[in-house]
Every structure is written in C-alpha cells, then in structure tokens.
C-alpha cells in the first residue's frame, strides 16, 4: 500500500512538472494508479508507466510543428482528467474486476490474474497504438479515410496514414513485449503463455484500426467525442481479446 502510494504520488506529479498532464489530469492520474495498483497488481503500474512515458515522447515529437499548425493538445501537449478517464476506465475496470473475483472467490478461478493481466496489457496496447498513430502519424501529409480510401486533410477523423499505421504497430508491439518481459522476470504467474505478447499486439493496433472506424462514422457524424471515442475503442480491442480467450 505505501510503496503503490508513493509510487502513484511521484508519477502524478512527475507527470505534472513534465506537463504530460495538467492539475486535474495529474490528480486523475493518481486516483487511477492508486486504484490499479491497489486492485489490480503493482506490475501494472509499470506497464501504465511505460504507456505515460511513450504517450508523452509521441506527444513531443516535432511539437512544434504540430502547435504551428494546431494539433497539438493543451498548450504544452498537457492532458486532463477527461483524457485519463478515456484511456484509463476499462484498465481500471479490469483491476476492479480482478479485484471483486478475488473477494469472491479466494483461489482466483473466477477471474485468473494471468487473464486479467492479459485483458490489462491488450487495453493499454490499444491506448499506446491510438496515442502514437496520433501523434506521430499526423506528420505524415498522404492520409485517406478509412472507410474509402479517399484522399484526406491531415487531421480528419477517420483518416490515415502509413507513418500512423507503423507508429501503431510499434506502440502495441513494443507494449506487449516489455508487459512479457516485466511478467517473465518479476511475476510468472501473470502470463497467459503466447496470449501475453500477441493477442495484446493484435488487438491494440485492431483497437487503433476500430478507433479510425469510428471517427471515419460516429465521431464525424457528431455522434461521439474523440474521448468518447478513445474509449469505444480500447473497450472494442479489450473484449476482442476476452474473445480469444474463450478459444
């Protein structure tokens, strides 16, 4: 409890004094950590850590630029409480979850942590992937819609582009890879075999693909919000690898 406290604490307000988060945001970040690691599994406050490192080097890449041509989030690349609710709601649904079947049921047959590990790390795969296809595929100026294959504006909801689709890939390969590694050497018993490294790196860059769907349709439409979006999406590529699961 006050290793996850001081541990949530100093990424809280790391993260504010790095501006990767502004007030609310850095105050959501903690109450989020605080409930993943208390919940969930102190392993998963790193993988959320790796996340908050990657997201604010994508952010930062040729910020410039992106201010100069308005894509760029906050003032500083800042984000707020609505965006750590969209990004991270079903990881701490999935630590309430595994937190509830334990209670329940104490030899853990009802939500296995090594499930619940999988299920963490492929919606933190599909958030990494969302975030990197953002900030870095939008330097890319050859982006087409999604659903037709149009030639698009950078920025358009639903478009893409090859840079952003290779950022995607990376950000959820490489989240799968170090969430198998950190397991394998601190805590084997929340691996799902192959599960733990390429069902995440599947379903986080499907998850992307699914969030471009949805800005290409509801978003445009005005029907959602792009955090709305944010989590349709990580909540889509999460249940496509419960599905998995079932095989």
């Known amino acids: 409890m006050v290793g996850v406290t001081i541990f949530c ?18 105050l959501s970040a903690f109450v989020m ?6 919940c969930g599994n102190v392993l998963w406050l790193l993988l959320l850590l790796v996340f908050l490192l990657s997201s604010f ?3 930062k890449y040729r910020f410039e ?35 509830a079947a334990d209670w329940a049921d104490p030899e853990g047959s009802l939500f296995p942590k090594n499930i619940a590990s999988y299920l963490f790390v492929s919606a933190i795969a599909v958030a990494a992937s969302d975030t990197a296809a953002s900030e870095i595929g939008i330097i890319d100026p050859r982006v087409y819609m999604i659903t037709t294959f149009e030639r698009v504006k950078r920025g358009t909801d639903g478009g893409v582009s090859l840079t952003g689709q290779l950022a995607a890939f990376v950000a959820a390969a490489y ?69 998995l699961t079932l095989f």
């Open 65 to 99: 630029w992106k201010k100069s041509e308005g894509f760029q989030e906050g003032t500083r690349g800042e984000r707020g409480w609505r965006n750590v609710f969209a990004n991270g709601a079903i990881p701490a649904l999935i630590a309430l979850a595994s937190f």
């Open 9 to 26: 604490v100093v990424m809280a307000s790391g993260s504010y004094y790095k501006k990767i988060f502004n007030l609310s945001g850095s």
């Open 33 to 38: 950590g605080m409930l993943i690691g208390i």
């Open 57 to 59: 080097g994508a952010t």
């Open 175 to 243: 989240t799968s890879v170090i969430a198998y590694v950190v397991f394998a050497f601190l805590d084997d018993s929340l691996l799902a075999d192959p599960f733990t490294v390429f069902i995440p790196m599947l379903c986080g860059f499907l998850g992307c693909q699914i969030d471009s769907l949805i800005g290409a349709t509801w978003e445009r439409r005005g029907k959602v919000g792009k955090l709305g979006n944010n989590f349709l999406s990580i909540a889509a590529g999460t249940l496509v690898a419960f599905a």
